[in-house]
């Protein structure tokens, strides 16, 4: 237990506080879940497959979300009840069977999003120079989850592969999206981007490097 004389070390405190916030977004998942009628996994398996015109295998879903396959495959039926998403068989795919967001799903997220969620007015509240830190340092730990197996390899720039971090001298605008062929600043680095093509392992490092000591 802490006291004022004892405090436990930082990597705990930062914990709790992480889980602090994850309570709240919790808390936020259910109230705009419940609004749309479906419970948090569902609308996090319509967010995941936003974007995604392939769609996804039940493996990958489940993967995704940190959970088992058999409450993936729960939920993506209740989905398929309520016409939110369909299966698509793609023959040319290892994957055989995928899942796809359609248009009423599509409708159901956008109708979801009118009002800021409460992490969404809490990061509001920070100044742009923090919120610009918060986002590089969220980068880095996404990225150490992803890069010990701890999760998928999520769609960010820094394991894209028209990532170039640091090709320009402007600071504003020091990094190159070779998808668009545009450059952009530190603030606007993505973390589920839908253009995203993962690149290969040691591409993947050396770009993180390039990130890193820019
Ligand atoms: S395609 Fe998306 S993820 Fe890839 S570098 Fe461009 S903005 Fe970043």
Request: one cysteine or more.
């Amino acid at each position: 237990m802490e006291t004022p004389k004892n405090p436990t070390s930082i990597n705990h405190r930062i914990r709790e506080g992480l889980s602090r916030l994850a309570m709240a977004m919790r808390a936020d998942d259910w109230n705009r879940a419940k609004t749309s009628g479906l419970n948090p996994t569902q609308l996090a398996i319509l967010e995941l497959l936003e974007g995604r015109k392939d769609g996804l295998g039940v493996k990958e879903i489940a993967a995704n979300l940190g959970v088992a396959q058999p409450t993936a495959t729960d939920s993506i039926a209740a989905l398929e009840r309520k016409g939110l998403v369909e299966k698509q068989s793609a023959a040319t795919d290892k994957r055989g069977v995928t899942v796809g967001i359609n248009s009423e799903g599509l409708s159901m997220l956008e109708a979801g999003r009118s009002q800021p969620s409460i992490a969404e007015q809490t990061v509001g509240a920070l100044a742009d120079r923090e919120q610009e830190d918060l986002l590089i340092t969220l980068v880095k730990m996404i990225r150490h989850l992803q890069e010990n197996d701890a999760i998928p390899i999520q769609r960010m720039c820094a394991s894209c592969r028209y990532f170039a971090p640091f090709a320009h001298s402007d600071a504003a605008q020091p990094h190159h999206c070779n998808f668009v062929d545009a450059a952009f600043g530190q603030r606007d680095i993505r973390i589920d981007c839908r253009e995203h093509e993962p690149a290969d392992p040691a591409s993947r490092a050396a770009t993180w490097d390039a990130f890193q000591q820019g």
